[in-house]
C-alpha cells in the first residue's frame, strides 16, 4: 500500500504563489500540505525579477514583521523611458497614487518560507508530484516521490498546481501538459548580476539602435541590468569588457558604474495562457497558469493576483460549502491575466528592436514611444498598469 497524507489543500510547488496560498489559507483556519521538488536553499537562491506592485506588497504585510519588503526593499515612485538619447521620467504617484518596490523575489520566498515553518506548516521539499489524478472526484490525489524517491500520494479536498511553467498538475486541468495559447519572441535577456553601486536613481528601461536594455538594481552594491539578446545567446559568449560595452551603448546618456560581474544568465522570451485554470477540485495559479515575457515585471504579481481571488473561493467552498467563488475563479483570473499579457506584450514591443526590423518599424516604435511620453494618458496607461491594478478589480 502506498502511504497517504491527508489534508484538506495540496499545493504543489512552493513558489510565491504556493506559498502566500498556503498563508491565507491557514489564516482562515484551513490546513494545507506543500510540495516543491527543489530543495530551499534552491528556492531561496534563485534569481528571479524585483519588482512588487503595491497589491502585493500590500498581501505581503499579512505576514507581519516576517515581510522585510517595506524595511529592506526599496519603494520606487518612477522609471525612466529612454529612447532617441533622452530620458523621461514617468512618475507613479502623480499619475496614479501608487508606488512599486524594488525586493528581489527570492527575499520574498525567503519571507515566505520562514513565515510558513515557524507557522508550523508542512512544507516538503525535495519532494517530487508525478501526477494529479481524480481531479473531477471529491477527493483529487498528487501522487508524489519523497526526498528518499519513495512513492507516496497526498489526498485532499482540493489540488493547487503552483508548480511554475513546467506544471506537473497542469495536465489535470488542460488534458495535456501544454494547452494553452502560445507565443515565443525573436529575443531574449541577458542578464547580469554585478558589484558595483547603482548607476541611477531608479530603474532605465533604453530603447536604442542596438537593442533594448534594463538598468535594474538589488542593492546599495548589487546591481541587476539585462540587455536583449538573440534567444540562442551562450552567457560564456562574452567576455565581461565586452559585457559592459553591450550595456554601455544601449544607454547613451548615463555612465554605467562598473564591477565585477558575478551572475549571468539568459531569460527566454514567452507568453502563454493555459486554455483552462479549473477542472473539477484542481486550480492552477501562477506560472503553471501563464507565462509572461519578462518586461514590466508582471509575472510575480500575476501569481500573486491568482492567489488573492483562489484563496477567497477556496474558504467560500471549504468553509461554507459555497462553490460559486471557485466557479468563477476562472473568468475573473483571465481578465487581470490577459490585461498583464498585453500589457508585457507591449512593453516588449514598445522597447525592444525586432531582428527584421524596417526603418519603418524603427520610426513607428519612436513614435509610438513618444506617443506615450508626451501624454499625461499615455504615461498613467503605463504607471497604471506598472504598478498594478487594483487587487479587487477582478
Ligand atoms: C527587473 C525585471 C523586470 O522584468 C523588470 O521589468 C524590472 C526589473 C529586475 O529583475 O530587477
Known sequence: ???T???RVAIVGAGPAGLLLSHLLDAAGIPSV?????SRDEIESTIRAGILEQGT?????TLGDASRVRTVGHRHDGIELRFAGEGHRIDFPSLVGRSVWLYPQHEVLKDLIAARLAAGQDLRFGVTAENVVDAETDRPRVIARDAEGQPFEIEAEFVVGSDGSRSVARAAVTGSSTGGYFREYPFAWFGILCEAPPSADELIYSNSPDGFALISQRSATVQRMYFQCDPGT?????????LWDELQKRVPGTT???GPIFQRDVLRFRSFVAHELLRGRVALVGDAAHTVPPTGAKGMNLAVADVRLLADALRALLLDGDARPLETYPERALRRIWKAQHFSWWMTSLLHVAPDATDFDRRRQLGELRGVVESRHGQAYLAEAYCGWPLTSG
Request: charge should be negative; hydrophobic fraction near 40%.
Open 1 to 3: 500500500m502506498t502511504p
Open 57 to 61: 506588497v500590500e498581501l505581503l504585510d
Open 34 to 38: 506543500v510540495i516543491d521538488q527543489r
Open 256 to 258: 554605467l558604474k562598473e
Open 5 to 7: 497524507v491527508r489534508t
Open 234 to 242: 551562450d552567457t560564456a559568449a562574452y567576455s565581461e569588457a565586452q
